[in-house]
């Protein structure tokens, strides 16, 4: 079968797309769906997540020196979950093919059900060249002022990197929701107004356990297994793997 490429996506600073990218990755894993994890942000927040070594070297010596893949994925301690580590290197990267990602990631596609792509809070050479590279894009929004007014730039953003590619299915999560306050409840209802069944059902609710994980170098489900939130992520990630038929 073939390997599935999500990208999780939006140019958005601290929507929560690396707590996502960590965690529907983590969650694919304990489905025993082999998931390698691309970290793509020059920040290197989800490969800190997982590791406690250096992230070199890195997805970025594959992009821009050619280095194989294999050479630089690293084991994460967790069954069925692998990673690519990211660098400060990833800010200098500039797409030599708009799917460059994809083409040197495909030779070992067949060791892995998912490859999650998680793209740093900017519309350069690495988001570019996920969102081209990907087979569907999953976009954290938080609901707050304006949120919607950000989706736009990015939809434009893809139509142009896909432009000639086949389409792709894009799929929105509610992150950091906060279901007592009025604000996050109306910007829901819009979003589900504007993308109707492109929004998930699942909404991630905001929660300190998720902003403790990390400090442990913990997914969620390592963290607090039994949380409300591992349980939505949990949810999420069934909801992705069914509808790709795994
Ligand atoms: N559901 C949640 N509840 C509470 N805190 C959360 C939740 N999800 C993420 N956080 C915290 O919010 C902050 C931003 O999340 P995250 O790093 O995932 O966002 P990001 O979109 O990847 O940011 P950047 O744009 O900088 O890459 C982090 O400190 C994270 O631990
Ligand atoms: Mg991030």
Do not use: W
Request: hydrophobic share 45%.
């Amino acid at each position: 079968m073939d390997c599935h490429f999500l990208a999780v996506a939006n140019q958005k600073g601290g929507v929560g797309k690396t707590a996502t990218a960590v965690n529907v990755a983590a969650a694919l894993a304990v489905l025993e769906l082999d998931t390698l994890l691309v970290d793509l942000d020059p920040q290197a927040n989800a490969t800190g997540n997982l590791l406690n070594t250096a992230g070199t070297p890195g997805i970025a010596d594959v992009l821009i020196d050619d280095v194989e893949l294999q050479r630089v994925v690293r084991l994460t301690g967790r069954k069925h979950l692998s990673i690519a580590p990211g660098n400060s290197r990833l800010s200098s990267y500039i797409p030599k093919t708009r799917t460059e990602l994809r083409e040197k990631i495909l030779p070992s596609s067949t060791r892995y059900r998912f490859v999650v792509l998680d793209c740093p809070p900017a519309l350069g050479g690495s988001t570019v060249s996920a969102l081209a590279s990907c087979d569907e894009i999953v976009v954290p929004v938080q609901a707050e002022y304006l949120a919607l007014e950000g989706l736009s730039s990015l939809i434009t953003a893809v139509n142009r990197v896909r432009d000639g590619l086949e389409p792709v299915k894009t799929r929105y999560l509610l992150t950091m929701f906060d279901g007592r306050n009025r604000l996050a409840k109306e910007v829901e209802a819009d979003l589900r107004r504007h993308f109707g069944g492109s929004v998930s059902r699942v909404v991630i609710p905001r929660s300190v356990r998720m902003a403790e994980a990390p400090g442990f170098r913990r997914t969620i489900f390592e963290h607090a297994a039994n949380s409300g939130v591992a349980d939505a992520y949990a949810t999420f990630a069934k909801e992705v793997a069914v509808d790709v038929g795994r």
